[in-house]
């Protein structure tokens, strides 16, 4: 049999009629799939916020339908239009736009461009890849992104919201295992436990970093921070960062919503105007006898501002 005809089994999520969606396991053809170098037979996948998402008919997730989710995939190559992958090699897939608009994991095939798909790293299995997925790679990018900025564990204190979730859970016991205090914030008392075991050193409840004083900035408390939460809690976060710390935000679980805290328009601009031309800057840090860096922050901070009003 060709592969082309060979039937298998997947989740296919389908809208019936507006923001009415229902899920199915149906059977497909390989040639239903979308073009690609790979196909790839599917052995692992794993459950993702982003999953959900898109299985619940979320148009920013997934623009059309009817749709297979699973953003990540381990499997095994059943065909290769490239030198780079032979029939057999153990290979995974994750990021990208598998899952999204690609049909994903949560099917027995993928067909996936060359470039989106990685050999099992040795060490691990195909259900080992599974079991970190998307959650772990996600944390230990981000703590990769504080350690490159000079975030280390002798600096004090590294905060992580959402601790109980799959990249929260991933950044506590990561931050944990290469000597960091992680302070990890959760909404469920029941956890309290899990937590400690993964090595956090201090946990809090969410009211611990939802400020709501009106106050432009807060004692710095924390040398880095890993949010998955967004809002007001990502909002206290940066106001509560020490001086020179570092914040990845992986997540907008709660809120994409920034808009009330000045202090984030200060916090961007800060990060914007070593991007902005020189010139503006320039005059105003020799005319008021300020840094250059602040100069050009004040700025963009003052177009915030005003754009706000």
């Not at 709660?254 to 800057?281: D, G, K």
Request: hydrophobic share 40%; proline share 4%.
């Amino acid at each position: 049999m060709k592969m082309g005809s060979q039937k298998f089994k997947a989740l296919v999520v389908r809208e019936t009629s507006k923001n009415i969606f229902t899920r199915e396991i149906e059977e497909r053809s390989v040639d239903e799939l979308p073009p690609g170098d790979v196909l790839v037979r599917v052995c692992y996948s794993s459950l993702n916020y982003k999953d959900a998402l898109s299985a619940s008919g979320n148009k920013g997730v997934t623009r059309r339908y009817p749709h297979t989710p699973g953003i990540d995939v381990a499997g095994i190559v059943e065909e290769s239009k490239t030198d780079k992958f032979s029939a057999g090699d153990e290979v995974l897939v994750t990021c990208y736009g598998l899952g999204m608009n690609v049909a994903g994991g949560f099917g027995q095939f993928i067909r996936v461009p060359a470039e989106w798909v990685m050999r099992v790293p040795e060490g691990l299995t195909q259900k080992e890849c599974m079991i970190y997925g998307t959650g772990g790679f996600t944390a230990a990018h981000s703590i990769y992104r504080l350690r490159l900025h000079g975030v280390m564990p002798s600096d004090g204190k590294i905060l992580v919201t959402g601790a109980t979730g799959g990249v929260g859970s991933f950044s506590v016991a990561i931050l944990a295992q290469l000597g960091y205090q992680v302070t990890a914030i959760s909404g469920k008392e029941s956890a309290r436990q899990f937590l400690a075991d993964l090595g956090a050193r201090e946990i809090l409840g969410r009211e611990a970093v939802h400020d709501t004083s009106g106050k432009l900035i807060l004692k710095g408390k924390w040398a880095g921070v890993v949010d998955m939460i967004g809002g007001n809690i990502l909002a206290t976060a940066i106001k509560s960062t020490r001086y020179g710390g570092r914040l990845p935000a992986a997540a907008t679980l709660q809120s994409l919503n920034l808009r009330s805290t000045s202090t984030l328009s200060f916090y961007v601009a800060c990060r914007l105007s070593a991007l902005i031309r020189p010139n503006v800057p320039c005059r105003c840090a020799k005319k008021y006898g300020i840094s250059l860096p602040v100069s050009g922050a004040l700025i963009i901070w003052i177009f915030f501002v005003m754009k706000s009003l």
